[in-house]
């Protein structure tokens, strides 16, 4: 699970130049949005799935203490 944060983080943090871009309408903004947008929309899947396997593991280990 770990590993998997650290990975969208890592995606995320890659993507801060390409949001710059977008901010300020520099030079390249055009495609730069679209990045940033696929970025994102990867990232949201990810880390609902991250949730679920946390709830998943927080399961697990109540059923383990009952």
Partial sequence: MRET???IVKELQQTLMDLDKVDAGAYGYKSA???VRKVLME?????KDLRTEVQDKKKEH???DN
């Fill in 33 to 35: 949005a679209p990045r």
């Fill in 5 to 7: 944060l650290e990975q």
């Fill in 62 to 64: 109540e059923s383990k």
């Fill in 43 to 47: 990232s949201t899947k990810k880390i």
